[in-house]
């Protein structure tokens, strides 16, 4: 019953490097989101897919990308990476949007 | 202004104790509304949905004041087990934002033998 995993749990960058967060549920789940953490300022969506095919912007959305895969995959990659991406990564699903989400476990990211 | 807005604690209190966590949101497209709850380093996990009506799990109860845009969590006969971040979470019912979740900053409960 594995639910939402994350790849990979950490993660050391150097200032320009490039990486690419997986992650797959497998809930049969419509939605899919990335989320990023740091202290003080709670959870901010990044990138969202509503359904299979489809991405949008979240709140936070420069200096990344995404990829749908398929209904069950869904990735961020960062392509330049910037000591302010450094924080706590968190994918997410949910049956449909509006719905509770599940999360992963998260993708702790340094950028030095 | 933020979609949501709880005030981040710390709330420090005894086993056995009652507490009450509040939230404000400020977009009346809103239409529900969870409480979540994160342990330190872990992710988030919900802890329950808020019906207009209130709702109650447990030792713990929400409500929901729609005219104030209002939330609130209160837990009983507070256990150690407790101690954790409570984030009050809402979605948007219609507009560009359909269906997307904003999530509070989060409340931090101690609970102290």
């Known amino acids: 019953n594995a639910g939402v995993t994350q790849t990979p749990k950490f993660q050391v960058l150097k200032t320009g490097q490039s990486m690419t967060l997986q992650c797959a549920q497998d809930?049969?789940?419509?939605?899919m989101y990335w989320y990023r953490q740091d202290p003080g300022m709670g959870l901010r969506l990044i990138y969202y897919?509503?359904?299979?095919?489809?991405?949008d912007k979240g709140e936070v959305p420069n200096g990344y990308n995404v990829s749908r895969l398929n209904k069950r995959e869904f990735s961020l990659r960062l392509e330049s990476a910037a000591p302010s991406q450094t924080s706590v990564y968190f994918c997410?699903?949910?049956?449909?949007?509006?719905?509770?989400?599940?999360f992963g476990s998260g993708t702790r990211l340094t950028v030095v | 202004r933020k979609e949501v807005e709880q005030d981040p604690g710390p709330f420090n209190v005894p086993e056995g104790a009652t507490v009450a966590f509040n939230c404000t949101y400020s977009?009346?497209?809103?239409?529900?509304f969870f409480w979540y709850r994160q342990d330190c380093r872990k992710e988030p996990k919900l802890l329950m949905s808020v019906y207009s009506s209130g709702n109650e799990d447990g030792r713990f109860t929400a409500q929901l004041n729609r005219a104030s845009q209002y939330i609130s969590l209160l837990i009983r006969d507070s256990k150690l087990s407790d101690s954790a971040t409570y984030l009050c979470v809402v979605a948007h019912d219609r507009g560009s934002t359909l269906g997307r979740l904003y999530f509070g900053r989060g409340t931090q409960l101690t609970v102290w033998p």
């Open positions: 809930m049969n789940h419509n939605s």
């Open positions: 977009n009346s497209a809103s239409q529900s």
């Open positions: 997410a699903s949910s049956q449909h949007q509006g719905y509770g989400y599940t």
């Open positions: 897919s509503a359904s299979e095919g489809t991405t």
